[in-house]
Structure formats: C-alpha cells, structure tokens
C-alpha cells in the first residue's frame, strides 16, 4: 500500500476526543497523535487516525488526553520506540537526526508553529535530510506552505534551532551519531566502560540527599506551576516550569506512581534549584514513562527565569565523574542529552561554559553531586 499523508484537521475525526481527555480534540490537539498514525503506516501499518486513537486508548496509549508515544509498539507491533531527546533552549543534536534517518528510522520533532511570543507547540514528522533543510509531513492540513522544515519553521532559525524535541521510531536497532555534540565520543566516555555498577562509584562521601529511589516526573505541558500550597489560586503560584524540566517527588515513590495523570491530585516536588511546593499531578508524567502532547503557552505562564546557574548537557551520554578528570574510576553515570544540572561552585563557574578542558562541579536532580566537562554543557 503506498503511503498516504494523514491530517488532524480531516473532518472525518477533527471533532472526535483525543484519548482519554474531556474536550480535548484530535483537530485541537492532535498532532502527534496523527504524527504517530503516519509514522506506523509508513512501516507498513494501515490506520486511520480515529482508529489508532481507539486502539492506543485500549492499550494504555493515553494519560488523559496526552499520547504516550512509546507504546505505539502496541498498535504497530513491528515499530519500535527508540529514543526521545529534549533540547528546548539549545540547538538539536542534528548528527542524531541525520543518521537515524539514514538508518532507516523516522523521527517525530516538536516545534513552535508560530513567531507569536510564547511556544505554540506542534510536532511533525520529519522523513528525509534536504540539504540544510528537511522533508516532512505536517499532521495539519495547510497545502499553501512549504513541505521542509525550515521552509515552513524558519522564522525561527535554523533547523538546529527550530526542533525542540525528538522522538525517534524504526524497525530496527537505531543508527547512533558517529560523534556526540561536535566532539569525538571517546573524549568524554572511557572504554571499556567499568565492569562495576555506576551506582557503585559515587562521591565520596555519598550524598545523603541523593533520591535514586524517588519518582522523577516532568511536566506534560509547559509553564507548568509550582505552588507553595496544593490548591489553585493566584497566591499560591512559586514559579512556573519549562517542560523540560525534572521534579523528585518527595512523597511516597509507591504511592505517587498510582496517581500520575490523576486529575485533583497533588505532589509534593523539589525542582533543580533546590525549591520545594506543588504540581498538579494531571500536568505531569514519569520521566521513565512520557505521555506527550502538544500545548499551547499562554504568555502568563511562562517558565520562570533561573535565579541560579543552571545548566543541561549538550551531548549524548556525558560523564558524571567523581573528579575532572576522564577515567574509568572516576565514572558515576552517564547523562541523557538535555540533562538539567545545577552549578554548585564558585562565582566564576559561568566563564568556563563551553571552555574545552575546563570542568564543573554540578548537582543532579536528585542530588547527587560530581563533575562534567564544560564543554558539553549550555546554560539552561
């Protein structure tokens, strides 16, 4: 069967509920929902996108009225999910894009549809590398634009600007990146890798505020409040969240993961910089389990500016170590790119950004301390 483009707007599921929400829409909300459908059919599927809408919501494919991509293994058994890579506010590992798609993979990349202030987010499906440029299907209808990604997003600069986050699907093992953010894999990950645990090599002494047992959840939608009572109202707001960001639950890992999604509930959370209050638990998703969507910003609920120095990884798989130093002795783990990390040393650390050979010391998340290599890290 020859591939056929699939649009949200079509009117024959325009107006029919995404997932497992209350009002909202395929035609409102649909775009990676539809991006899904075509990407499964180009693999040999044959979906429309109210009949893959059904079937996800029957396989547990909805967090409310939020897809999660990766159980599309459970409509289209012969695609797999790959991987996922955040890079709000930094460019687009585009050598991952490239040769995933030249090994055969498809990718699904998120992006702000319009130059008005605030994210107006949408995904596409991006299909095949053109020169500084690439080819997709947009899952909305508009034949008068452009068919690239630039062409149609380029107000927003190049294509490394232009994506915002990437999900990648194939049939088969996906094709990694000969380098990792410009600079040669080995100049940042030893080999061998250690034969012991990465667990088993932390800093000395071990953090006591390391939460490796918490539940970690991120935001479904951005600009996402934190507040420092677990009610709506306008006195309660702390600051709101980029959807990128990293929350350790504080209560109960157990207990929280029965009420992910769950609309009237409440967690109480940590974010990067150390605060602590609430978030609604209807607005987030386990980091190990993403229910994704696309949402629209209002300008009033735009994610706070970091009143520390906050930075995230500009790589792949880059070294928390014990030192600065490259050894396999001092490896803690390995970081995902977009990784969130907060700067604890001195006034100066913002000079060594992006200095080769320079290294910081950083605190994860959880709270686990060590360093990485400066030069693979942007400020946040």
């Avoid at 649909?30 to 029957?58: H, P, R, W």
């Avoid at 068919?147 to 997003?153: D, E, K, S």
């Avoid at 996402?224 to 959807?243: A, E, F, M, V």
């Amino acid at each position: 069967m020859a591939f056929t483009p699939l649009y949200q707007n079509d009117p024959r599921w325009e107006n029919k509920i995404m997932g497992n929400g209350r009002t909202e829409t395929i035609g409102n909300l649909g775009c990676l929902v539809t991006s899904l459908t075509m990407i499964g059919n180009y693999f040999g599927g044959n979906e429309t996108v109210a009949s893959f809408n059904d079937k996800m919501k029957q396989n547990s494919g909805f967090q409310g009225p939020w897809v999660r991509a990766f159980r599309l293994n459970a409509v289209f058994p012969n695609v797999s999910y790959q991987k996922r890579i955040e890079c709000d506010n930094q460019d687009a590992p585009l050598d991952e894009l490239d040769a995933a798609l030249a090994g055969g993979s498809l990718a699904t990349v998120r992006v702000d549809y319009s130059p008005a202030p605030g994210i107006q987010s949408h995904w596409v499906v991006v299909h095949k590398k053109d020169g500084n440029d690439y080819q997709m299907w947009d899952p909305y209808n508009s034949p008068e634009k452009p068919p690239t990604l630039v062409g149609r997003f380029g107000f927003a600069g190049n294509a490394a600007q232009i994506i915002q986050e990437m999900i990648f699907f194939g049939t088969g093992e996906l094709k990694e990146a000969a380098t990792s953010g410009g600079k040669p894999t080995t100049s940042n990950k030893p080999a061998p890798q250690p034969t012991t645990p990465a667990t088993a090599v932390s800093p000395t002494p071990a953090s006591p505020s390391d939460d490796s047992d918490k539940l970690i959840v991120a935001p479904t939608v951005n600009g996402l409040t934190l507040r420092d009572q677990p009610k709506i109202s306008g006195s309660t707001i702390l600051k709101y969240l980029p959807q990128s960001s990293k929350l350790v639950v504080l209560d109960d890992a157990t207990r929280a993961k029965t009420k992910v999604g769950l609309r009237n509930n409440w967690f109480h959370v940590r974010e990067i910089e150390g605060k602590e209050g609430y978030v609604a638990a209807w607005y987030v998703t386990a980091v190990a389990d993403p229910a994704l969507g696309s949402h629209k910003t209002s300008q009033a609920n735009q994610p706070s500016s970091p009143s520390k120095l906050v930075v995230k990884t500009n790589a792949s798989s880059v070294s928390l170590r014990t030192e600065p130093r490259v050894a396999s002795s001092t490896l803690i783990a390995y970081l995902n790119f977009g990784t969130e990390l907060l700067v604890i040393e001195g006034e100066d650390a913002a000079s060594k950004i992006g200095q080769q050979g320079q290294w910081l010391n950083v605190q994860t998340v959880t709270g686990r301390k060590g360093y990485v290599a400066a030069w693979l890290v942007t400020q946040a």
